[in-house]
């Protein structure tokens, strides 16, 4: 019964993802079909922030949908036994332009190297303004999923092969998900800090703009084996985030990059978590916050809070015009402040050295 439902939930999100983005990549054959999927929505005002730009919570978001289609459908494509992909870790992805009311968000997918337990899946995302016609990509990311089987959640099943157009594609992928296998165990390894709260804190320090969220996991936020979805966690840590940036900058605020978020553990249906955020590092332009969830398990299985997702979202200040503001520096206090914004230093230098190096490769290929 449960994998007759499955199969009758894939052929409906089918027809739901042909009709929503006619032209967006359908019909181009049963292997396009699989590895491929591409979506539309126009944003609303409930999807954006006062000024008018889109969440960026609410852009993960889609960008999760897309990949749990595919990666779900890929995984059920052979005969075996009936799974959810759930998603184990996005990798970092930058903001490239802001989205505002009225456009139209087209997603695309495709997945591009698969494991023996995991998938890779490649998200694009394109504006479109549709009074005029003008298109711009805003978003790229690199999401990583695994298959849990619908009979038993702890069980991890065997993924489908895909095809590789060239030997390199495949020697490439294989080494993008080593290096993600590393950094997932490196994080959760240091995954211990907490935030406690802070009485009369001064402005622009750590505790004047840190926030937290609690949220009870409800039946729509939850796949069909009962646990989050993980485009309602990344929406959820978007909007803490954003509390913390515009609590420290008293300014229109918009996400610029979230470096890789990794899904420690499930959360399951029924847990209270806790999105909790806090400034680390700020430049001129930019600030870093570090966001993570706690879950609490209230409903049939009493066990101790766990910490289930992590990661850092970086935001810009904007005026009214859209030209980007300085950022008040952070006033670091403690000296675990002081080694966090450190360490936050590096990892804004390590990516506008990365940019830079970009910039100068596709200059010399032009």
């Known amino acids: 019964m449960r994998a007759a439902m499955s199969r009758q ?56 949908e897309a990949g749990a289609i595919i990666s779900t459908r890929h995984c059920n494509s052979q005969a075996g036994e009936p799974c959810v992909a759930a998603l184990a870790r996005v990798e970092r992805t930058d903001f490239l332009s802001p989205m505002c009311i009225g456009e139209v968000a087209n997603v695309s997918a495709e997945i591009t190297y698969t494991s023996r337990h995991s998938v890779e899946v490649q998200v694009n995302v394109m504006s479109e303004n549709i009074l005029t016609g003008a298109k711009k990509v805003t978003n790229k990311a690199t999401l990583w999923y695994v298959p849990l089987s619908l009979k038993n959640v702890n069980k991890v099943v065997e993924v489908p092969p895909i095809q590789y157009a060239r030997k390199e594609q495949e020697d490439e992928g294989k080494k993008r998900y080593e290096e993600q296998k ?22 622009h320090t750590v505790g004047y703009s840190q926030s937290s969220l609690i949220h009870l996991v409800g039946p729509s936020d939850c796949t069909l084996l009962g646990f989050v979805h993980g485009g309602v966690t990344m929406k959820l840590m978007d909007e803490v985030a954003g509390i913390v940036a515009a609590r420290h900058c008293k300014t229109n605020i918009v996400t610029a990059s979230v470096d890789a978020i990794n899904f420690h553990e499930k ?62 520096q952070l006033l670091t206090e403690t000296e675990d402040e002081k080694r966090r914004f450190e360490e936050g230093k590096g990892r804004y230098l390590q990516t506008k050295a990365k940019r830079q190096a970009q910039m100068q490769q596709q200059a010399a290929q032009q």
């Open 9 to 64: 939930l894939s052929r409906w999100a089918i027809c739901c993802l042909r009709a929503a983005a006619p032209g967006l990549g359908w019909g181009r054959g049963r292997g396009c079909e699989l590895s491929c999927a591409s979506f539309g929505r126009i944003m609303r005002p409930d999807d954006a922030n006062i000024a008018g730009n889109v969440h960026g919570g609410t852009i993960l978001k889609m960008i999760e």
């Open 182 to 203: 590393l950094d997932r165990l490196e994080t959760k390894q240091r995954n211990g800090d907490v935030i406690l709260p802070v009485i009369n804190p001064e402005p």
């Open 267 to 328: 959360i399951k249906k029924g847990c209270v978590i806790t999105v909790s955020g806090r400034m680390t590092f700020t430049s001129n332009k930019s600030m870093e916050i570090e966001v993570f969830v706690d879950a609490d398990p209230f409903v049939d299985e009493p066990r101790e809070r766990y910490r289930a997702v992590s990661a850092f979202f970086t935001y810009v200040s904007l005026s009214k015009e859209g030209k980007p503001l300085p950022v008040p």
